[in-house]
């Protein structure tokens, strides 16, 4: 009894900290439209400075838990180099969405990882899929598209920044399949790990090169906005941890279903912070987006195991881990 009793507090605590995830996603998206509306840091250089944030870390966690170890059976570290790279594009993608649009319309159109993340795995992993995720899908692209048609009047409407973020989706789904694929087995902190150092060194890179660095100089002389772009790589961290730790301790299907409370979240940033508009297309997006998403994962349930391992083996099908994980 005994057991039993601690199990379930096990579970409610990770649903609570699926809960609080999903939310703090949801904080993330008005967060970085908040920073690159300021115009002082570009889509880029706010990338940049939240994964060397997040790295640093990142590092002493994993040199905590794992004493250092880099060597895992059946894993080669050489995939880690696409998996960044296709990161990379992710969450450029990602920043210039944002700010070219809004963060209820990026919480929408991102939110098209899941069904594309189903659809690569009938196509490519030869999946069997329900007639309730077909379904799903279909909705969810549905509220996807109503966000996107959005009129220019009431939403400052970008059709490079939707196209940015279906790009997005796109590559998580991409990364969820090779997670699938090559990363079963491993730490998922060594591939967050693995990903960002690719990430540090692409945008180490391609940030001064594009003549960025000043503005970065400007952001010191701005501590309230500097501490925004700390505080981001603080929820990046902490959201991470919270799904990690609801995935090891709840089922899969269910800690997904919760992560679904970024959507509102988002929306309720874009009017009580940045008070940008929020129409009824806005909200019939958000509603397929959410309706559709449940839909997708209800029909997963009972095909896939509930939670992870303490090795961090995934399901391709958990799309909201590799967006968080990039």
Known sequence: MADTGER???????????????????????????????????????????????????????????????RWKGFSPCWLLPFGCVACVMHFCRNFGIL???????????????????????LILRRPVRALGWLGTAVILYGVTRVAL??????????????????VGVTIAVNALLIKTRFLGIPSELIMLGSMTVQIVVFSVAVPSSGALPTVAELFTRPNLFALVLAGSVVWFVRLWLYYYAMKASPMWAV????????PVATLGDLLVLRAPVTWAHLEGLIAGIGGA???????????????????????GDAGLHGQTG
């Open 100 to 122: 070219a649009t809004s963060a209820t319309t990026a919480a929408v159109v991102e939110r098209s990882e899941i069904a594309f993340v189903f659809i690569f795995s009938y």
């Open 256 to 263: 997904r279903m919760l992560t679904l409370s970024g959507l």
């Open 294 to 316: 449940a839909m997708v994962i209800w029909s997963a349930n009972g095909d896939v195991r509930p939670g992870v391992s303490e090795t961090g083996e995934h399901d391709a």
């Open 8 to 70: 379930s507090w096990t579970r409610a605590a990770g649903y609570v900290a699926a809960l609080v995830a999903g939310a703090l996603m949801g904080a993330s998206w008005p967060l970085q439209k908040h920073i690159l509306s300021a115009h002082v840091i570009g889509p880029a250089t706010l990338h940049w400075l939240n994964v060397c944030g997040l790295f640093a870390m990142i590092v002493p966690t994993y040199m905590l838990r794992f004493r250092g170890r880099l």
């Open 150 to 167: 959005v009129s220019s009047q009431a939403l400052h409407f970008d059709a490079l920044g939707v196209a940015a973020l279906v790009i």
